[in-house]
């Protein structure tokens, strides 16, 4: 028997993402082993407070079932790549056939708890993911230093990552047309920061469509989680 290889992405699979059905789209997202877990290093720039703030053991990810399976698709990524961007293909096409059911618009996260150049990665005959799929949106944040500078497809969307030690980066992001998204921790009535460096802070857990944002603004992340105890200046 030929073994069945196991989605790659997941759909309505966290609240957040499931959140964006709220403004009409239905997201398909990548949840890898973040930083080396796997072996592999998938975030280059993660500094010491995004290690310990990282979202990946939030929600299933403390099973450890979803930890292996995480491990388990980082790896087929580095060593069976042919493997794994066929079965993305498939996953992408069966979320298209789903978003149409449900009369929705697709969308699709690569960097669910992870930070890889997906634009520089090939797909088939294609140079990447989105030009195999021109139709369709796909978004990420980054940490990675001058990416949102450089020549991307223009249906993929990426918002930079600020932390502990990035500000000044974030900041350059911002005045070249790029958000930024902060982690904050709420002030005593519970409510993030009207204005972060003169610019204005919207509400990014409302949903994770981060495309549809306005640019230039600040995208507030409230702190969860480790991040509530966070000590190295990752949270705001």
């Known amino acids: ?95 298209i056939r789903k978003a149409k059911r449900e009369k929705l618009a697709p969308s699709v996260r690569m960097n669910g708890t992870s930070d890889i150049k997906w634009e520089k990665i090939s797909c088939g005959c294609h140079k990447n993911l989105m030009a195999h799929f021109p139709e369709l949106v796909w978004y990420d944040y980054t940490k990675i230093p001058i990416r949102y500078r450089q020549n991307l497809p223009a249906n993929y969307s990426l918002t930079f990552s600020v932390n502990e030690s990035n500000l000044h980066e974030a900041l350059e992001a911002l005045k070249l047309g790029t958000n930024i998204a902060v982690v904050f921790k709420l002030d005593d009535d519970g409510n993030l920061p009207e204005f972060f460096h003169g610019y204005r802070v919207i509400d990014g857990d409302k949903h994770d469509a981060r495309y549809l944002d306005p640019t230039g603004v600040v995208v507030g992340l409230k702190a969860k989680g480790d991040a509530l105890k966070d000590t190295s200046g990752f949270v705001y």
Do not use: H
Not at 1 to 21: D, G, R
Not at 43 to 71: H, K, P, W, Y
């Open 1 to 95: 028997m030929i073994a069945t290889i196991p989605p790659i992405l997941n759909v309505q699979a966290s609240a957040k993402i499931v959140k964006s059905e709220t403004v009409g789209q239905l997201t398909g997202i990548f949840y890898g082993a973040p930083s080396t877990v796997s072996g592999y290093d998938v975030c280059a720039f993660a500094s010491e407070g995004c290690r310990i703030a990282c979202l990946n053991t939030a929600g299933r990810g403390v099973f450890d079932m979803v930890q292996a399976a995480r491990i388990r698709k980082t790896k087929m990524f580095f060593e069976d790549r042919p493997g794994f961007m066929t079965q993305v293909i498939k996953d992408v096409e069966a979320l």
